[in-house]
């Protein structure tokens, strides 16, 4: 089942030469200011300098860790046409990461190994001395791409997290921002209560060569940003793991 995502939005964006159509738009929780709101259009906007302003007013928005507010926003072209260009570049597509093979396992006792608790939310395992984990999963950051890639597999391509958190972050509901202090930034209405934490330090550590990479974790950020802003945003597949 698919979900839309443009229904959860309190923040509307508009190109500036077409102000009744809507280009795009965003979900606002906490975690979001003003500095960050301008970052994703970096990913968004096709290279071409521009301005983001306050619809009905004259204030341009300036990169400040001032909290955004929900409004209407729209970008303003200073090229000839006066026209902006989201970029068409496709969204990468993926499913729930299951364990599959050995090699899969090897990788979920690594990233256990490695973590220790839901970096995302900050749980504990209250078991972990009788190594018993129910609950908790080891999520790839970069989605698997099929039982026979070795690299995919590896510790620095992991998250552990809980089970429902993983769902979240699987369907980009969430994400990393790596260049604003691992802050994670919810996309959606946050049931998890995760937007604005801090990534825990143990993922990644400088100093530990398992550590999950900045390069991976810019990725899905890229990827949240364009599933959930673009457009009317990407559909949102539910995972059901009952069996």
């Given at each position: 089942m698919a979900g839309r995502r443009s229904l959860r939005r309190n923040?509307?964006?508009?190109?500036?030469?077409?102000?009744d159509h809507e280009i795009g738009g965003m979900r606002?929780?906490?975690?979001?200011?003003?500095?960050?709101?301008?970052?994703?259009?970096e990913i968004l906007i096709i290279d071409c300098p521009y301005t983001v302003m306050l619809n009905g007013t004259n204030e341009i928005i300036e990169a400040t860790d001032e909290r955004l507010q929900p409004g209407h926003y729209?970008?303003?072209?200073?090229?000839?046409?006066g026209k902006v260009f989201i970029t068409d570049k496709p969204r990468a597509l993926r499913t729930l990461s299951h364990i599959r093979t050995g090699r899969d396992e090897e990788f979920r006792k690594a990233v256990r190994e490695r973590d220790g608790?839901?970096?995302?939310?900050?749980?504990?395992?209250?078991?972990?001395?009788?190594?018993?984990?129910?609950?908790?999963?080891?999520s790839h950051i970069f989605p698997l791409?099929?039982?026979?890639?070795?690299g995919?597999?590896?510790?620095?391509?992991?998250?552990?997290?809980r089970a429902q958190i993983h769902q979240h972050f699987d369907a980009f509901r969430f994400?990393?921002?790596?260049?604003?202090?691992?802050?994670?930034?919810?996309?959606d209405s946050d049931i998890e209560r995760v937007d604005g934490r801090i990534l825990?330090?143990?993922?990644?550590?400088?100093?530990?060569?398992?550590?999950?990479?900045?390069?991976?974790?810019?990725?899905?950020?890229?990827?949240?940003?364009?599933?959930?802003m673009r457009g009317v945003g990407e559909p949102i597949f539910y995972f059901n793991l009952q069996k």
């Open positions: 923040a509307f964006i508009y190109d500036a030469t077409r102000p606002l929780n906490p975690s979001v200011s003003k500095k960050n709101f301008l970052s994703m259009f729209c970008i303003k072209s200073s090229t000839p046409q608790r839901c970096v995302i939310a900050g749980v504990i395992n209250p078991d972990v001395d009788i190594d018993d984990w129910p609950g908790f999963e080891a791409a099929g039982p026979r890639d070795t995919i597999n590896s510790c620095q391509n992991g998250l552990f997290m994400s990393i921002n790596v260049d604003d202090n691992y802050k994670i930034i919810s996309f825990d330090p143990v993922c990644p550590s400088p100093n530990d060569e398992r550590s999950a990479r900045d390069e991976l974790l810019r990725w899905h950020f890229r990827q949240a940003v364009l599933a959930n």
